[in-house]
């Protein structure tokens, strides 16, 4: 408990001082604040967007496709991730492939989602899970490939069957490598979101920051990057949490 109040203060102190030293900044005259707006003009702008009740819809909206893009890109990353490092004839079929496309960022595939599913919700999805795949992939290949042989070769003195031994055995060793790459995927569906948002979208944080760049209001901008931050901060402590929880051993 006393640790939680120290991060807690730790958190306050630190975001406290973030903006005493932006309100310094924003306020010193050295740059327009129609430009580098105050966090007062802000927070305004934010009680101005809640009261028109698009904040909490951008919101949602923005949640539930990045919610979906995240399970899809996450679930098939696991999957392929074990497969890939477990299974010889999976890996040398698809991992050639898998290599190939992690250098392409989210943004390059946006005009391509957008003809092959349209500008409504699929080409979001595919975006988002595209990138999120990608991560939560790499790091579960990488956990699965790198099980210590002393496990594999107890199980099966043991008399364990392969079906036994990959859940019992190959899935516990690798999932603080799997909750690593969840972690980064969740930061990532974000970052992917805006790229989805900012072409054929009506509504959500993505395209609310690009109507925003239209009329030069930086202070909707700021909302809806703190709204970003924020949501990225607490699904990565969420995760963080939920990690130490189920992977206990890894501490152990």
């Given at each position: 408990?006393?640790?939680?109040?120290?991060?807690?203060?730790?958190?306050?102190?630190?975001?406290?001082?973030?903006?005493?030293?932006?309100?310094?900044?924003?306020?010193?005259?050295?740059?327009?604040?129609?430009?580098?707006?105050?966090?007062?003009?802000?927070?305004?702008?934010?009680?101005?967007?809640?009261?028109?009740?698009?904040?909490?819809?951008?919101?949602?909206?923005?949640l539930t496709r990045a919610a979906i893009g995240f399970s899809i890109g996450a679930s098939l990353g696991i999957l392929l991730g074990l497969l890939t490092a477990r299974v010889k004839i999976v890996s040398i079929a698809i991992e050639p492939f898998l290599n190939l496309l992690r250098p392409i960022p989210a943004i390059a595939l946006v005009p391509v989602a957008i003809v092959w599913f349209g500008i409504g919700e699929g080409s979001k999805y595919f975006v988002i899970s595209y990138t999120v795949f990608l991560a939560v992939w790499l790091n579960t290949h990488a956990g699965a490939s790198d099980v210590a042989s002393t496990y594999i070769r107890a199980a099966r003195s043991?008399?364990?069957?392969?079906?036994?031994?990959?859940?019992?055995?190959?899935?516990?060793?690798?999932?603080?490598?799997?909750?690593?790459?969840?972690?980064?995927?969740?930061?990532?569906?974000?970052?992917?979101?805006?790229?989805?948002?900012?072409?054929?979208?009506?509504?959500?944080?993505?395209?609310?920051?690009?109507?925003?760049?239209?009329?030069?209001?930086?202070?909707?901008m700021f909302v809806g990057l703190i709204q970003l931050g924020i949501l990225g901060a607490l699904l990565d402590a969420a995760f963080a949490y939920t990690g130490r929880r189920l992977v206990h051993w890894e501490n152990a």
């Amino acid at each position: 408990m006393l640790e939680a109040f120290k991060k807690v203060g730790q958190l306050v102190l630190s975001l406290s001082g973030v903006v005493v030293i932006w309100s310094l900044f924003a306020n010193s005259g050295f740059i327009s604040q129609n430009l580098f707006p105050t966090p007062g003009q802000v927070w305004h702008a934010a009680i101005d967007l809640y009261q028109d009740g698009v904040l909490m819809s951008d919101l949602r909206i923005s949640l539930t496709r990045a919610a979906i893009g995240f399970s899809i890109g996450a679930s098939l990353g696991i999957l392929l991730g074990l497969l890939t490092a477990r299974v010889k004839i999976v890996s040398i079929a698809i991992e050639p492939f898998l290599n190939l496309l992690r250098p392409i960022p989210a943004i390059a595939l946006v005009p391509v989602a957008i003809v092959w599913f349209g500008i409504g919700e699929g080409s979001k999805y595919f975006v988002i899970s595209y990138t999120v795949f990608l991560a939560v992939w790499l790091n579960t290949h990488a956990g699965a490939s790198d099980v210590a042989s002393t496990y594999i070769r107890a199980a099966r003195s043991l008399g364990a069957s392969r079906t036994r031994e990959f859940f019992e055995v190959i899935i516990p060793a690798s999932a603080p490598a799997i909750f690593v790459g969840l972690r980064l995927g969740a930061a990532l569906a974000f970052l992917s979101l805006v790229a989805a948002e900012l072409s054929g979208a009506s509504a959500g944080i993505g395209f609310r920051l690009q109507d925003a760049r239209q009329f030069i209001r930086t202070d909707r901008m700021f909302v809806g990057l703190i709204q970003l931050g924020i949501l990225g901060a607490l699904l990565d402590a969420a995760f963080a949490y939920t990690g130490r929880r189920l992977v206990h051993w890894e501490n152990a």
